[in-house]
Structures are given as C-alpha cells and as structure tokens.
C-alpha cells in the first residue's frame, strides 16, 4: 500500500509540475496558495472525517507554522547557507503547529461536539493579542523574512511564480502522501473505531485519549506546513490573515468538498482561493459603484460559500467529491444490467 500511495505521490506531482509550464505567473501563484490551503484542508478533514473531531482553530495552527518558518528564517539568515534556509523553516513549522495540536488536542482529548469547536474557536480568537502580548512575534505588523528568488540553476527557465508553485506542490504532495499513509494503516482504523464508538473501541483495546491527540498532532501538523507555505511565498506572516473567518472557510472546504477525502479537500481548496478571485474579475467586468464594489468584496465570497453548502446539504450531503463519482458508478453498473431469470410458476410445474 505504502509504495502504491508514493508512486501515485510522484506521478501527481510530475504532473503537477509540468502542468505550471502552460500558466502565466499570476496562476502559478494561485496555485501555490491553493496548495498551501489545501495541507490545511485535508489535515482538517482526516480530523473532522476520522475522528468526528470539530476544530474552529486551524487557521491558528496554520499562523504558527508561518511564525515557526519565519522566527527560523531569519533566526538562520547569516549562519545558514540560503538553499538550506527554506527546508529549515519548513520543519520548524510543522513542528511549531505540531507542538501547539499536541497541547490542544491533549486538553481537548475529552470534549466533545461543540466544546472542542469552542475551545479551538477561542485559540483563534486569541491569536492577534498573542501576537502584541509575546515579544518578537511583531504584533500586528507580523514578521517579514527575506525574499527568496528563483535558485541560479533555474533561473533561465522558470519564473519566480513557477518556483514557488514547485515549492508548494513539493509540500503539499508530502503532506498528502503522509496523510494518506495513516488514513490506510492501522492508525486509520483506530481512528475510525474511536469515531464509531469510544467504548468499543476501548474494549478492543484501543485508547480513544492517545488516538484523539495523534489525530490532531497530525491534523495540526498538515496546517502548520501549509502557513509555512504560505510565509514562504508571501515573505511573511500578518496575524490578521489567520482570523475566524479563514478557520470558517477552512471547515467549510472540507464539507463543501467531502469530509475525509482528498480529493475532496482538493476540490475545497481550489474553491477557497479561486472564488474570491473569479467574484472579482466578474464584479470588475460590471459597472458597480465604488462603495457597492468595496462591500461585496470579501462579503460575497462568504456569501457564495454558504448558500453552496446549504445546496449541498440537500444536493450531495457527501459533498462534491461525491458528485464526480456518480457518473464513474453509473458506467460501471449501467452496461451490465443483470438479466432477468423467469421464475417458474406453479402453472408450468403442474403442466
């Protein structure tokens, strides 16, 4: 399983890859961002569809990897080479996030439903006060890094975009193959046994506690490789790009896109960073005043959001994934219809 889910891994991202080639720099740059959120997104959707843990805070997770990434950046600017610089950051913010889950998800190993979803939904709520109460982290200005530009050997042949595009792709391809590893181990199944039910699952000798805490380890982890990303291609990170209303968006693209499916996270990934994009080249195409284009700007991307999910909710309650698949199901089962065998009456037995 393991080799199968790695090979997969690599051909997605060759292909990934190679598909920047056929965008413009402004879409590649999309595509970084959609592949910083979309570590967020799934880690959140194997907590949300594995576990049946609600998180509101991950946008807070997600803030600690861009802090983790820039504290280590430019903590290592002068005594680490400058490819080396990036890697680094990168694992210090899986392991900032990941430090920070193990503390939530420990204190929250026995909450439940909308408990957890408060406990989380404070930590986010908290985090602009944290940035001007704890020294070094910037306060509401944040913290800027260095610009990284494209390395020397690829500098004739890819844009500054394009390398970022690559750098995202790379994480994200990682924290996917990683993601998909635990779902299909033996971890996924305790995971789901938890889910299921506590006491059972106790009885067969799993520890729903130590399940519930790995689960968000991991979960958090995934977010906080997508703020690295994200401080990565911005060249910092502001406290006010990770407030309640990105948390929102986040559990929102995982229903929108199917809990507890890649491929779905994928799908609410896109969703999140595109349809702001595409409401604005739409209102910029009409001729609205100023005011009206200042307050739908934001506004109506929420807006969109929620009445996608509430068509869902009665549409496809698996979320879009889910809508793909119904076609695939239907040209398997459709050719081979099962014949009909005449059942012999009691007409024919007595003749």
């Not at 994480?171 to 779902?183: E, H, N, P, T």
């Not at 014949?339 to 007595?350: A, G, Q």
């Amino acid at each position: 399983m393991k080799q199968r889910i790695l090979l997969f891994t690599v051909a997605g991202l060759v292909l990934a890859i190679g598909g920047t080639f056929l965008l413009d720099p402004y879409r590649n740059y999309l595509l970084a961002l959609i592949a910083a959120h979309l570590c967020a997104i799934a880690g959140l959707g194997l907590l949300i569809g594995r576990t049946g843990q609600l998180s509101l805070g991950h946008a807070a997770l997600m803030a600690c990897g861009g802090y983790g990434y820039a504290l280590t950046v430019n903590a290592t600017e002068t005594s680490v080479p400058g490819p080396l610089q990036p890697v680094l950051g990168l694992a210090a913010a899986v392991i900032t996030a990941a430090v920070v889950g193990l503390l939530l998800g420990t204190a929250g190993a026995r909450l439940h439903g909308p408990y957890l979803a408060g406990l989380t939904l404070a930590v986010v709520m908290a985090l602009p006060a944290l940035t001007n109460e704890i020294g070094g982290l910037g306060g509401d200005q944040g913290l800027m890094v260095a610009f990284r530009s494209v390395p020397e050997s690829l500098s004739r042949l890819i844009a500054l975009e394009q390398w970022q595009a690559w750098v995202a792709l790379t994480v994200a391809a990682v924290v996917l193959a990683v993601l998909s590893m635990v779902d299909a181990g033996r971890t996924g199944v305790r995971m789901r046994a938890v889910r299921d039910d506590e006491v059972a699952a106790a009885l067969a000798g799993v520890h729903p506690g130590r399940t519930k805490v790995l689960a968000f380890v991991v979960s958090a982890a995934s977010a906080g490789a997508g703020g690295g990303v994200l401080c990565f291609v911005d060249s910092g990170v502001r406290p006010g790009g990770y407030g309640v209303s990105l948390s929102l968006l986040l559990v929102v693209a995982v229903v929108v896109g199917g809990t507890g499916r890649l491929a779905g996270a994928a799908i609410g990934a896109a969703l999140v960073v595109l349809l702001p994009w595409l409401i604005g080249q739409a209102t910029s195409a009409v001729d609205l005043s100023p005011e009206l284009a200042r307050r739908l700007d934001g506004n109506l991307a929420v807006l969109l959001f929620g009445l996608l999910l509430i068509w869902l909710t009665l549409a496809a309650p698996a979320g879009l994934v889910s809508l793909l698949r119904r076609p695939a199901r239907r040209s398997r089962t459709s050719p081979t219809e099962p014949s009909v065998t005449p059942i012999p009456t009691l007409e024919k037995d007595r003749q």
